[in-house]
């Protein structure tokens, strides 16, 4: 009896024959051709034009986040099965000589390494609310965040990449505007994918929380309504893939990172995050791998 193809690896095996993306030979980390990248320019354009329109600061981050903002986080306590961690080697001469007779002998030569200062950023706007501490301007903040981040979640479905660009629209300050910000920036997201022809709706999310504890904070998450996910089907319409989510922070980051409103109040934060790779991948699948192709209403949307 012939055992059906699981449809993310074709989906998969389909991106890398049309040499859209590449194999690094690990799960997750692939090239990405011309005209991929072309896609995914387009797609971070379309989120440049709203962060423009509500006047926010462009900040363009590295994939990398320093440790200290990183323990400020409590990444750790929720997600420490996503954490990528960057070590470097700090010993002296002696060290060195063992360090290269293990990889040498193929041993474990990581085991010499020390934790360096660093860690692969989870999220594109951790490394902007330490930017902000002190007092925030009347009315707050928007900031416009882009850049690639790093989960440890290896798989065949090409949406679930462990090296991916986010592209986000952040404010902080006053606790009812960031609410209205998380509302509000959920039906503009959702209305600029239909726009360029995805079939997006809207649904309650919880973040995948880790263990025991992490399913009890799950729930509240979920009955406080505090995330929100646009998603739609990619290669099923039983489990559709997130593509942007709309969160409210509350004040998970103005209280660590000393963030204060105009009062002196301690900040609320909420962002909306659009998954470049993932909303290319879904307009390849929805229109075709061929983008000269696509409609021309989606065309000019995207490229013009």
Request: proline share 6%.
């Amino acid at each position: 009896m012939r055992i059906a193809a699981d449809p993310y690896t074709e989906l998969r095996n389909r991106l890398f024959e049309a040499e859209l993306l590449f194999s690094t030979g690990v799960d997750g980390l692939y090239g990405r051709s011309d005209t991929y990248q072309g896609i995914a320019d387009a797609v971070d354009h379309l989120m440049h034009r709203w962060g423009h329109d509500v006047g926010a600061t462009v900040v363009h981050l590295p994939p990398l986040i320093a440790r200290s903002t990183f323990d400020s986080t409590d990444y750790i306590r929720s997600f420490p099965d996503l954490v990528g961690s960057v070590h470097v080697f700090n010993g002296g001469d002696r060290d060195h000589v063992e360090l290269v007779r293990r990889v040498s002998a193929g041993g474990d030569w990581p085991a010499l390494l020390e934790p360096g200062e660093i860690v692969l950023s989870p999220a594109a706007c951790y490394s902007l609310y330490p930017m902000c501490a002190g007092r925030l301007p009347a009315g707050g903040r928007y900031f416009e965040v882009s850049g690639y981040c790093f989960r440890h979640e290896p798989s065949t479905d090409p949406t679930r990449m462990q090296a991916f660009k986010m592209h986000e629209i952040v404010y902080v300050g006053e606790p009812d505007t960031a609410q209205r910000h998380r509302d509000d920036s959920l039906a503009r997201g959702l209305s600029i994918l239909t726009d360029i022809g995805l079939d997006v709706t809207a649904t309650p999310a919880n973040d995948p929380f880790f263990g025991r504890l992490g399913a009890a904070l799950a729930a509240g998450q979920l009955d406080e309504g505090l995330k929100f996910e646009g998603v739609t089907a990619i290669c099923s319409d039983d489990r559709p893939t997130a593509v942007m989510s709309a969160n409210c922070h509350r004040d998970h980051f103005g209280a660590p990172f000393g963030i204060e409103t105009a009062t002196g109040a301690v900040a609320h934060s909420a962002c909306v995050g659009f998954g470049v790779d993932r909303i290319t991948i879904a307009l390849l699948v929805r229109h075709g791998l061929d983008p000269s192709t696509w409609p021309g209403p989606v065309r000019a949307r995207l490229f013009s």
